[in-house]
């Protein structure tokens, strides 16, 4: 067991990559490390998986060496180069000094409240290199996750967004997705066509704030637009936001992203709201509890930027059939044929070079042991994803 651990310590501890590749591609591959080091998988594999996501991600890139920083970044300027792009590494050295004199707690606490709202930046990778190395309790690997999340940022806005104490009084996360799903659904033509267009101006973009890469990006660039822009219903907040019992509103939020995910199994998109949850959760248990609310507040307003960023939502009627089928299945969790289920979900996701599979699975089997066995978790776990082709805008060489 210790020299699996000291094998995986040396593979988060490696700095002889860059943050990500082929101008914004994220480098995910130390996600994938936490996940399957979480699932038991022998840690030689899980060196292999590594090596080979270095050499050739599915992308169909490799990995890029470890990038200089033209600045210095210091207490004085630290916000001045938030969502720049110029210093991941400068960022890394920043939170690496302002760790060893205060401690990594103290470093969250101080720093989190500004990087919160950035929460979605870099369709929230960089958030979850920061909640996964939380999880498994590495330094520097959080290090390098407060860096990501301030050379990425890109404000939700959560400013604008205010809890409505007049309605919404009787609803869990579930019930609110619902009635927004409804509302989209009964407004389609005019919300999408309003998105299209919003997403089309790439023009006055390049004078209000938003990367040049982000714009030849495609995805990211819709939900920093979306983040930038908002619309009412994101900002109209539920009451159950400033609910006491924030177990209960995780364990809700759960549940209604695994729904999302179920109603288009397998969509990328989607499934990154299960994985960004996760470390929003592992970020919020680092940090004074009188900070939780503000975690679940930021993301909310993202989660749904991102649902609106899509210019698409799933049918109201699709949702409702799913709650209907799930929100009281539970499995027996001493069942044999279930726990054999689960290793050959564990087992399908290492062999995928996909590493988002792994890191689903992982979350999903924590949720299903965690609820005591909740059907949706090995429902939604089982329905993998595939990588996404590169957009058109890909053609062009990157802005950096």
Aim: some cysteine; hydrophobic content about 40%.
């Amino acid at each position: 067991m210790t020299n699996d651990r000291s094998i995986i310590n040396e593979l988060l501890n490696d700095k002889a990559y860059h943050i990500e590749f082929n101008g914004h591609l994220t480098n995910h591959v130390k996600h994938a490390v936490v996940a399957l080091a979480g699932m038991n998988i022998p840690a030689q594999k899980i060196k292999d998986y590594y090596e080979n996501y270095a050499k050739l991600t599915t992308y169909g890139f490799g990995l890029e060496p470890a990038r200089s920083s033209t600045y210095v970044i210091t207490e004085e300027n630290w916000e001045n180069f938030l969502g720049q792009r110029t210093s991941f590494s400068a960022y890394c050295e920043f939170f690496n000094q302002q760790e060893k004199k205060l401690g990594l707690d103290t470093v969250l606490k101080n720093y989190m409240p500004k990087l919160l709202p950035g929460w979605a930046g870099a369709f929230t990778h960089a958030t979850i290199h920061l909640g996964w190395a939380l999880d498994i309790g590495n330094r520097w690997m959080s290090i390098e996750g407060l860096a990501y999340m301030a050379y990425t940022y890109v404000s939700c806005n959560s400013q604008r967004a205010l809890i409505n104490r007049d309605q919404y009084l009787n609803e869990m996360p579930f019930d609110s997705l619902f009635r927004i799903t409804g509302y989209w659904n009964d407004h389609y033509v005019k919300l999408s066509d309003w998105v299209e267009t919003l997403v089309s101006d790439t023009d006055s973009d390049k004078v209000a704030g938003i990367h040049p890469e982000l714009i030849r990006s495609g995805l990211q660039y819709r939900i920093a637009k979306l983040l930038k822009v908002g619309h009412p219903l994101i900002y109209d907040l539920p009451a159950w936001l400033e609910c006491k019992d924030t177990s209960v509103i995780w364990n809700q939020l759960y549940y209604t992203v695994s729904l999302l995910y179920l109603a288009k199994p397998g969509d990328f998109v989607l499934l990154h709201l299960i994985t960004s949850l996760h470390a929003m959760e592992k970020i919020a248990q680092h940090l004074p509890t009188n900070q939780t609310k503000d975690v679940i507040k930021c993301y909310w307003v993202g989660l749904l930027c991102i649902l609106f960023s899509r210019a698409d939502f799933p049918k109201q009627a699709k949702l409702e059939s799913l709650h209907h089928t799930f929100n009281k299945a539970k499995d027996d969790v001493d069942n044999l044929v279930l726990k054999e289920v689960w290793e050959q979900t564990i087992a399908r996701s290492v062999e995928e070079e996909e590493e988002h599979n792994p890191k689903l699975v992982y979350v999903l089997q924590l949720m299903w042991k965690r609820t005591e066995g909740k059907s949706i978790y090995r429902a939604a776990a089982g329905q993998f994803t595939t990588t996404p082709e590169l957009p058109p805008s890909f053609e062009t060489p990157p802005t950096e």
